[in-house]
């Protein structure tokens, strides 16, 4: 059977990227289906789409946080450690965060300083109107106190390439859950894995 010349352009079309229906071969259950922009600590804007393409571990927090945040910090540099240096340099670690009115890009980058955060490391401000849908993707409850400060979920969430969710760890230390290593370990040497 012969198609007509008009359905043949049409086929070509969804296959070019950067086109409506590319950004629609997300999995129906990737966070990335979210329109979202972000900003990273370096001032660098984009779609939340564009974390797509390598396994990511993620966490919200906010820097003004004293109690929680800075072992959620210290709970994904303990995970790094338990990686071999290649899985290592695989896995990005993302810090989103909650409070983005304050954590601006100056903001995020001296706490990643203060923290002595390692290179895959990237802190993201979420536009003002996209925290409360990123937080719903990933599953963290969360809200404002009078005093400021911001009660919330204290997790690290495991998402494969096409950003669908592989594992959570609820973060109550420093010490990393070894089931949670485990998963991010299977990530990096799985199917979706571009590395070796």
């Known amino acids: 059977m012969k198609m007509p010349f008009s ?5 070509l079309a969804l296959l070019q990227p950067g ?4 950004a629609q071969a997300l999995p129906g259950d990737s966070v990335y289906q979210l329109d979202a922009t972000v900003t990273d600590q370096d001032g660098n804007a984009g779609p939340w789409r564009n974390l797509r393409g390598t396994p990511r571990v993620m966490s919200m927090f906010y820097t003004n946080c004293h109690l929680m945040c800075p072992l959620i910090i210290e709970n994904g540099k303990a995970v790094q450690k338990q990686l071999t240096p290649s899985e290592r340099a695989r896995l990005e670690m993302v810090m989103i965060s909650l409070d983005p009115a304050r954590d601006t890009p100056q903001a995020l980058r001296e706490t990643a300083g203060r923290h002595r955060v390692p290179a895959q490391w990237r802190f993201l401000q979420p536009g003002t109107n996209d925290v409360r849908a990123i937080a719903s993707v990933l599953d963290v ?19 494969d390439a096409e950003g669908r969710v592989l594992a959570r ?5 420093a010490i990393p859950d070894p089931a949670f290593v485990a998963a991010v370990r299977a990530a990096l040497a799985g199917p979706d894995s571009p590395f070796p």
């Open 7 to 11: 359905f043949l352009l049409l086929g």
């Open 19 to 22: 086109t409506p229906a590319a």
């Open 141 to 159: 409850r969360y809200r404002f106190r009078d005093d400021g400060s911001i009660n919330h979920t204290s997790v690290l969430v495991l998402v």
């Open 169 to 173: 760890s609820e973060v109550a230390g």
